[in-house]
């Protein structure tokens, strides 16, 4: 049964940090590919980052260079690493997870979710 966790949310002012955590079981990272998505109240959801099956990583144009997805295989954890925060990034952050056929198999959707962490920023 795969099960997601995230924690790490919080308030910050522009320019602060914050990390994300999700924390897996059910998950075998050499077989899933998992991402970072992002809802904001009256917004679409957002894929903001992704880390594919392969170790590839992919990033929206909005937070390139600002966030970084990675993973701990050793502590089945999922990570957002979020700099340079905008109070447009303030929304509800979620972490997901769907098996991979193939180790390049890139997610479009996702099977698996967590019940999000809400990351406010103020300017």
């Known amino acids: 049964q795969v099960q997601l966790v995230e924690s790490g949310g919080g308030s910050v002012q522009a320019g602060g940090s914050l990390r994300l955590s999700c924390a897996t079981s059910g998950i075998t990272a050499s077989r899933y590919c998992m991402g970072w998505l992002r809802q904001a109240p009256g917004k679409e959801r957002e894929r903001v980052a992704s880390l594919n099956a392969d170790g590839s990583t992919n990033y929206a144009d909005s937070v390139k260079d600002r966030f970084t997805i990675s993973g701990d295989n050793a502590k089945n954890t999922l990570y957002l690493q979020m700099s340079s925060l905008k109070p447009e990034d303030t929304a509800m952050y979620f972490c997901?997870?769907?098996?991979?056929?193939?180790?390049?198999?890139?997610?479009?959707?996702?099977?698996?979710w967590g019940q999000g962490t809400q990351v406010t920023v103020s300017s």
């Open positions: 997901a997870a769907r098996f991979a056929p193939w180790r390049g198999f890139k997610c479009a959707t996702y099977d698996y």
